[in-house]
């Protein structure tokens, strides 16, 4: 019944007729946006995209935003190089999930003139463009990219993102050499063991072992390097790390081997050298490689402002302008801001009228009007006509800046978990020191070079390779395995802690709801049938077609417009009237339609909490809409899933009490608090925190990033704002809450199979160790026991690749069953 | 045996030249991004007509 628009895969609004054929084959498609972007892919001849595609676009943007001020050198400087006549340009592009999507946007734009190198960046979105500016402009290339549904914004990389680069590809280069070398003395020391039992001549032993030196010597020097680093600065810092008893080890058995090597005893431990630092490097690397997660900057302003030029003479239309920076704003400074654009400092209108959006501060989703005089905050959007305002804040001091501040500071207090192995670690290494000094004393008496061996067989078998890959293998097996059901994990650290959550608290607008318009019930004023309730429905849609108003929204997924009417009049603030047949329409507040029909009282108001929107020609009153911020699906089963888990669920919101209230009973949420800012939020999770309780948040907006830092576990959708997507542990990329399930069934798994490897690594590890203390185990023993068991390990992690969601065919189901009892239950209103 | 002699500074010249190449490889940005490079094969090789867009659709909806 329900149809998936083939674009974006949202559901296509009944009797719609929006639709494009491609190849040869009729699609349906859910908005004009998809239709225009699905256009400009196929005339571009880019067609496969759909074939190749892993996941759905985001649903595109209706409005085209006005890229001309990038087109300033100045502002194009901060993202890009200007090189040998050509502008190297870094852009962060939002709405990227797939490798599909890089093939579309690399080869839509190397056809554009003068772009002469793309390239799309799948795991941090972000595109490297080489263009010549005789040729092309950036607004050019940016307009470009937004055809095609992707988000351009420049990418200014901070520092410590570049440091944390620079210091992975060192990394890797270190482990590569490792890796290269591990094999050659890996393959040499197969020939050394076999030696010992078949016997080999001492001029082939000193061969092989010289050789193998050779090879170890720059892997110790260059590729352990970090360890040595990291032992000597926890020396330094009176805290011995894993560090430790690891450079220890690897100095203790390169020296000996190398003296051996050199006076021709028994044993070189080359090949356990080079596999050690292999092993250890990768499991580093793994893990600094997840945290380098695909997060965009926060950008919230524009960079720059329309300052209006007063010196210069008013022309008709628009007031003569110039580009300025944010940062350079003062109070005073009168700016112009076009509809559609975001509101780059906080200020006074000073002309103009309009309607600005809000709800990414407080929740409300309905947009405010403004006019002269009214106050408007930086971030907010301007949506429906052009502005003129005053700024009163410096970029500094806006509120939009004291939100940020507030974020920081809520970062700064939130709960530390120190990770398990660490906590283990320290315990160990004094405890594997120790069992080395105790083994050298006892063998001593006896043996002294044997007493050496055994003491350096201790340190080689408890370099805790298993253990030490355990953590990160694991972590980043369940982070990719959770990236391709689009789950983005930012902290690995959070599958730990989603066991011992106690309180969920959710935002309302945008999370628990979808933001969006919708019919939630209809009052029908005169009696109608069924076919004229479908035309009545229908007039309502063909009025409100061309409007911006969000309430219009919920009648246009309602209805075709099929309906041609004469004259339709907006009243600002008020409603439209049309004509049809002859006869005046009114649509809109109940005292515009009052002016020309008399309106019975409504019957269940008190039910209603949201906007009511009544339909009157001038024979008779038609119809009374009630119009709400539609559910989210999957919303009221994962709220009775918490129920059942024992986690209590929580509302807050910025918005209106009633609305709240509404949602937080239907949704059976027993405490609701409403008109919450962000730092009401902040202090709420914090009391929360201080009675000794541990917090989830699911929220969006950009009021939710202070509450998002302090949270235990933070969770965004994926439409969130940046800010909040930066500070959320977790990222929904497909917006639904059925995920939130998976994710919580994904951390169980995840902490099962942790488990499991570090009991194994453990036992081997604990085994092993008292073993070679009494000098039973040989090196030969050691080296292949250390490799099996990480490799175990390895193999155990990846078996969360084949974890499935218990619930998620359930959830499905229930929440399409919901979706059909509610709009059977709006018709029959 | 002696062999050994000549194929073992050999399989150092391989084992500089293979360390070499990794290294070359890293600074040229080839391991940023695994995801991308392991699809994109994937994607070309099904192209024969991308320099020809399919305009028949374009003049049916523009008569």
Same mark, same amino acid.
């Given at each position: 019944?329900?149809?998936?628009?083939?674009?974006?895969?949202?559901?296509?609004? %009944?009797?719609?007729?929006?639709a494009l054929?491609?190849?040869?084959?009729?699609?349906?498609?859910?908005?004009?946006?998809?239709?225009?972007?699905?256009?400009?892919?196929?005339?571009?001849?880019?067609?496969?995209?759909?074939?190749?595609?892993?996941?759905?676009?985001?649903?595109?943007?209706?409005?085209?935003?006005?890229?001309?001020?990038?087109?300033?050198?100045?502002?194009?400087?901060?993202?890009?190089?200007?090189?040998?006549?050509?502008?190297?340009?870094?852009?962060?592009?939002?709405?990227?999930?797939?490798?599909?999507?890089?093939?579309?946007?690399?080869?839509?734009?190397?056809?554009?003139?003068?772009?002469?190198?793309i390239?799309?960046?799948?795991?941090?979105?972000?595109?490297?463009?080489?263009?010549?500016?005789?040729?092309?402009?950036?607004?050019?290339?940016?307009?470009?990219?937004?055809?095609?549904?992707?988000?351009?914004?420049?990418?200014?990389?901070?520092?410590?993102?570049?440091?944390?680069?620079?210091?992975?590809?060192?990394?890797l280069?270190?482990?590569?050499?490792?890796?290269?070398?591990?094999?050659?003395?890996?393959?040499?020391?197969?020939?050394?063991?076999?030696?010992?039992?078949?016997?080999?001549?001492?001029?082939?032993?000193?061969?092989?072992?010289?050789?193998?030196?050779?090879?170890?010597?720059?892997?110790?020097?260059?590729?352990?390097q970090?360890?040595?680093?990291?032992?000597?600065?926890?020396?330094?810092?009176?805290?011995?790390?894993?560090?430790?008893?690891?450079?220890?080890?690897?100095?203790?058995?390169?020296?000996?081997?190398?003296?051996?090597?050199?006076?021709?005893?028994?044993?070189?431990?080359?090949?356990?050298?080079?596999?050690?630092?292999?092993?250890?490097?990768?499991?580093?690397?793994?893990?600094?490689?997840?945290?380098?997660?695909?997060?965009?900057?926060?950008?919230?302003?524009?960079?720059?402002?329309?300052?209006i030029?007063?010196?210069?003479?008013n022309?008709?239309?628009?007031?003569?302008?110039?580009?300025?920076?944010?940062?350079?704003?003062?109070?005073?400074?009168?700016?112009?801001?076009?509809?559609?654009?975001?509101?780059?400092?906080?200020?006074?209108?000073?002309?103009?009228?309009?309607?600005?959006?809000?709800?990414?501060?407080?929740?409300?989703?309905?947009?405010?009007?403004?006019?002269?005089?009214?106050?408007?905050?930086?971030?907010?959007g301007?949506?429906?006509?052009?502005?003129?305002?005053?700024?009163?804040?410096?970029?500094?001091?806006?509120?939009?800046?004291?939100?940020?501040?507030l974020?920081?500071?809520?970062?700064?207090?939130?709960?530390?978990?120190?990770?398990?192995?660490?906590?283990?670690?320290?315990r160990?290494?004094?405890?594997?020191?120790?069992?080395?000094?105790?083994?050298?004393?006892?063998?001593?008496?006896?043996?002294?070079?044997?007493a050496?061996?055994?003491a350096?067989?201790?340190?080689?078998?408890?370099?805790?390779?298993?253990?030490?890959?355990?953590?990160?293998?694991?972590?980043?097996?369940?982070?990719?395995?959770?990236?391709?059901?689009?789950?983005?994990?930012?902290?690995?650290?959070?599958?730990?802690?989603?066991?011992?959550?106690?309180?969920?608290?959710?935002?309302?607008?945008?999370?628990?709801?979808?933001?969006?318009?919708?019919?939630?019930?209809?009052?029908?004023?005169?009696?109608?049938n069924?076919?004229?309730?479908?035309?009545?429905?229908?007039?309502?849609?063909?009025?409100?077609?061309?409007?911006?108003?969000?309430?219009?929204?919920?009648?246009?997924?309602?209805?075709?417009?099929?309906?041609?009417l004469?004259?339709?009049?907006?009243?600002?603030?008020?409603?439209?009237?049309?004509?049809?047949?002859?006869?005046?329409?009114?649509?809109?507040?109940?005292?515009?339609?009052?002016?020309?029909?008399?309106?019975?009282?409504?019957?269940?108001?008190?039910?209603?909490?949201?906007s009511?929107?009544?339909?009157?020609?001038?024979?008779?009153a038609?119809?009374?809409?009630?119009?709400?911020?539609?559910?989210?699906?999957?919303?009221a089963?994962?709220?009775?899933?918490?129920?059942?888990?024992?986690?209590?669920c929580?509302?807050?919101?910025?918005?209106?009490?009633?609305?709240?209230?509404?949602?937080?009973? %239907?949704?059976?949420?027993?405490?609701?608090?409403?008109e919450?800012?962000?730092?009401? %939020?902040?202090?709420?999770?914090?009391?929360?925190?201080?009675q000794?309780?541990?917090?989830?948040?699911l929220?969006?907006?950009?009021?939710?990033?202070?509450?998002?830092?302090?949270?235990?576990?933070?969770?965004?959708?994926?439409?969130?704002?940046?800010?909040?997507?930066?500070?959320?542990?977790?990222?929904?990329?497909?917006?639904?809450?059925?995920?939130?399930?998976?994710?919580?069934?994904?951390?169980?798994?995840?902490?099962?199979?942790?488990?499991?490897?570090?009991?194994?690594?453990?036992?081997?590890?604990?085994?092993?160790?008292?073993?070679?203390?009494?000098?039973?185990?040989?090196?030969?023993?050691?080296?292949?026991?250390?490799?099996?068991?990480?490799?175990?390990?390895?193999?155990?992690?990846?078996?969360?690749?084949?974890?499935?969601?218990?619930?998620?065919?359930?959830?499905?189901?229930?929440?399409t069953?919901?979706e059909?009892?509610?709009?059977?239950?709006?018709?029959?209103? | 045996?002696?062999?050994?002699?000549?194929?073992?500074p050999?399989?150092?010249?391989?084992?500089?030249?293979?360390?070499?190449?990794?290294?070359?490889?890293?600074?040229?940005?080839?391991f940023?991004?695994?995801?991308?490079?392991?699809?994109r094969?994937?994607?070309?090789?099904?192209?024969?007509?991308?320099?020809?867009?399919?305009?028949?659709?374009?003049?049916?909806?523009?008569?």
């Amino acid at each position: 019944m329900t149809l998936a628009c083939y674009h974006c895969g949202q559901t296509v609004p %009944k009797n719609s007729s929006y639709a494009l054929n491609i190849n040869g084959a009729n699609h349906a498609m859910c908005c004009p946006a998809c239709v225009a972007v699905a256009e400009c892919i196929q005339q571009a001849g880019l067609s496969d995209y759909y074939r190749l595609r892993s996941d759905n676009p985001d649903t595109p943007k209706t409005d085209k935003a006005d890229f001309t001020l990038f087109n300033n050198t100045a502002v194009l400087r901060r993202f890009s190089e200007y090189k040998a006549d050509r502008w190297h340009s870094r852009l962060s592009l939002s709405g990227i999930h797939c490798a599909a999507c890089t093939w579309l946007i690399e080869h839509h734009l190397i056809q554009l003139d003068g772009v002469d190198r793309i390239d799309v960046n799948l795991q941090n979105a972000v595109a490297h463009i080489v263009w010549n500016p005789q040729q092309t402009s950036m607004s050019e290339i940016m307009a470009a990219i937004q055809e095609l549904g992707y988000q351009p914004l420049p990418d200014s990389p901070d520092q410590r993102q570049q440091l944390l680069r620079d210091e992975l590809s060192k990394n890797l280069r270190r482990l590569g050499l490792a890796g290269i070398g591990m094999m050659q003395v890996g393959m040499v020391a197969i020939g050394l063991y076999a030696g010992d039992f078949q016997g080999i001549d001492n001029a082939t032993r000193d061969l092989l072992r010289y050789f193998s030196l050779i090879i170890t010597t720059p892997i110790l020097l260059y590729s352990g390097q970090p360890f040595f680093k990291g032992a000597w600065r926890s020396v330094k810092a009176r805290a011995p790390g894993m560090d430790v008893p690891v450079s220890l080890a690897l100095i203790a058995a390169y020296l000996a081997s190398v003296y051996a090597t050199m006076f021709g005893l028994e044993h070189v431990y080359f090949d356990t050298v080079s596999m050690f630092i292999f092993f250890l490097l990768l499991s580093r690397y793994l893990q600094a490689r997840l945290r380098l997660g695909q997060f965009h900057q926060a950008q919230l302003l524009p960079e720059a402002a329309r300052l209006i030029n007063t010196t210069a003479a008013n022309s008709d239309s628009q007031p003569p302008f110039r580009w300025q920076a944010i940062a350079e704003l003062v109070p005073g400074d009168r700016i112009f801001i076009p509809p559609g654009e975001i509101i780059p400092a906080d200020g006074i209108v000073t002309a103009g009228s309009s309607r600005i959006e809000t709800s990414a501060f407080n929740g409300e989703f309905l947009p405010q009007s403004v006019t002269q005089g009214c106050q408007v905050l930086a971030g907010s959007g301007n949506i429906e006509a052009s502005l003129e305002i005053e700024v009163t804040a410096s970029a500094e001091n806006s509120s939009l800046n004291a939100m940020q501040k507030l974020l920081a500071k809520a970062q700064s207090e939130k709960p530390h978990f120190a990770q398990l192995a660490d906590r283990l670690a320290s315990r160990f290494v004094i405890a594997v020191i120790l069992v080395a000094l105790i083994s050298f004393a006892y063998w001593a008496q006896f043996d002294l070079e044997r007493a050496f061996i055994i003491a350096l067989s201790v340190l080689v078998v408890s370099c805790p390779c298993a253990l030490s890959l355990a953590t990160p293998t694991t972590y980043a097996a369940a982070i990719t395995a959770l990236r391709r059901r689009g789950i983005v994990l930012r902290n690995s650290l959070i599958l730990e802690r989603l066991k011992k959550l106690n309180v969920a608290v959710f935002d309302k607008t945008g999370t628990l709801t979808l933001g969006r318009a919708r019919i939630e019930s209809i009052e029908w004023l005169s009696p109608q049938n069924e076919a004229q309730q479908k035309e009545i429905l229908a007039i309502a849609a063909a009025m409100e077609a061309d409007s911006t108003h969000p309430l219009a929204q919920a009648f246009k997924t309602e209805s075709e417009n099929t309906v041609s009417l004469s004259t339709i009049t907006i009243f600002a603030g008020e409603g439209i009237q049309a004509k049809l047949a002859g006869l005046r329409y009114r649509i809109g507040k109940a005292a515009f339609c009052e002016k020309l029909q008399t309106i019975p009282t409504s019957t269940t108001a008190k039910q209603h909490t949201g906007s009511e929107v009544l339909l009157v020609n001038e024979n008779q009153a038609l119809a009374r809409f009630w119009i709400a911020d539609q559910i989210r699906p999957g919303a009221a089963e994962l709220i009775s899933a918490f129920a059942s888990a024992k986690m209590s669920c929580q509302l807050l919101s910025g918005d209106r009490a009633a609305a709240v209230d509404a949602l937080a009973n %239907k949704l059976n949420i027993n405490h609701a608090l409403s008109e919450c800012s962000a730092a009401n %939020k902040v202090a709420h999770i914090q009391q929360l925190q201080s009675q000794g309780k541990t917090v989830l948040m699911l929220g969006d907006g950009v009021n939710d990033a202070p509450v998002m830092a302090c949270a235990d576990v933070s969770i965004a959708m994926s439409a969130a704002s940046d800010l909040t997507r930066n500070q959320a542990d977790v990222l929904l990329i497909s917006d639904s809450l059925s995920q939130v399930q998976t994710l919580f069934d994904f951390a169980q798994a995840t902490r099962h199979i942790l488990r499991q490897n570090i009991f194994w690594a453990l036992l081997y590890n604990g085994t092993a160790i008292p073993l070679a203390a009494m000098g039973l185990i040989a090196p030969w023993l050691a080296a292949i026991g250390m490799s099996a068991s990480s490799l175990i390990v390895v193999l155990n992690a990846l078996r969360l690749n084949r974890v499935r969601a218990k619930n998620k065919t359930n959830i499905d189901r229930t929440a399409t069953a919901l979706e059909s009892q509610l709009s059977s239950n709006r018709m029959a209103n | 045996m002696d062999s050994l002699y000549l194929l073992l500074p050999i399989a150092l010249i391989f084992f500089g030249t293979a360390v070499a190449l990794f290294f070359w490889a890293v600074k040229d940005k080839q391991f940023d991004d695994l995801e991308k490079e392991g699809q994109r094969i994937l994607f070309d090789s099904d192209q024969p007509k991308q320099t020809k867009p399919e305009n028949t659709d374009e003049s049916q909806s523009k008569p």
